[in-house]
């Protein structure tokens, strides 16, 4: 089983800053099968990146994914207000079929 | 526009079996070849994938829990069900159902609201 750890924990940062978030794999993820999430409180998660670099639809263009391998990054070029929330990367494997996720980045506003 | 929709009881005693209901509105999950998903996530913690059914029935479950759950789909009611059997407090959580954008895409693009399970005596 792939083991995704998440650093930071909390981000402290302000609007207008950027930010970039790290999640990184025990073992190399297949064929770049690792997304991103954005979760705001008392709400589902709401998918941002898949395939480690592409956005999923309605996504503006301040959140970008790169990596590969087991080495994978969230950037938010300029945070805006909305942007304050948990961060969750989220990895498949084919067999046996198994999703995990990290455990998370917050990000705070300093 | 697609929409899922938990529901279900919100308190389960030790020990019994938690039953979860996920109604699809906007697709048929009978169409698309999807795997329809559940997963959880405990107060104040990360996400944990439980497991997944298409329209055939053909399911996959999270190992760590594959002894106690079953996920079954009803196509005549456009809905998938989530049973957790030997329920303890480590299963206090919200239950999401969600289903993947596209048949090839293993990621969870569209989730129900979720619902809070607690398990209490």
């Known amino acids: 089983e792939i083991v995704l750890t998440q650093s930071p924990g909390t981000l402290s940062l302000s609007p207008g800053e950027r930010a970039t978030l790290s999640c990184r794999a025990s073992?190399?993820?297949?064929?770049?099968?690792l997304a991103w999430y954005q979760q705001k409180p008392g709400q589902a998660p709401r998918l941002l990146i898949y395939?480690?670099?592409s956005r999923a639809t309605g996504i503006p263009d301040r959140f970008s994914g790169s990596g590969s391998g087991t080495d994978f990054a969230l950037t938010i070029s300029r945070l805006e207000p909305e942007d304050f929330a948990v961060y969750y990367c989220?990895?498949?494997?084919?067999?046996?079929?198994?999703?995990?996720f990290g455990l998370g980045t917050k990000l705070e506003i300093k | 526009q697609l929409q899922l929709q938990e529901s279900g009881p919100g308190l389960e005693r030790p020990s019994e079996t938690l039953s979860l209901t996920c109604t699809v509105s906007?697709?048929?999950?009978?169409?698309?070849?999807?795997?329809w998903g559940w997963i959880r996530q405990p107060p104040g913690k990360g996400l944990e994938w439980i497991g997944s059914v298409d329209y055939r029935g053909d399911t996959y479950y999270n190992p760590s829990l594959k002894s106690r759950v079953a996920i079954f789909v009803d196509t005549s009611r456009n809905q998938f069900s989530l049973k957790l059997s030997s329920v303890t407090a480590a299963d206090t959580a919200v239950y999401y159902c969600?289903?993947?954008?596209?048949?090839?895409?293993?990621?969870?693009?569209?989730w129900g609201q979720g619902t809070l399970v607690t398990v209490s005596s």
């Open positions: 073992q190399s993820v297949t064929s770049n099968f």
């Open positions: 989220q990895q498949f494997e084919r067999s046996p079929t198994l999703y995990t």
């Open positions: 906007g697709d048929s999950i009978s169409s698309g070849g999807f795997y």
């Open positions: 969600a289903r993947p954008g596209t048949v090839s895409t293993p990621t969870f693009d569209y």
């Open positions: 395939g480690a670099s």
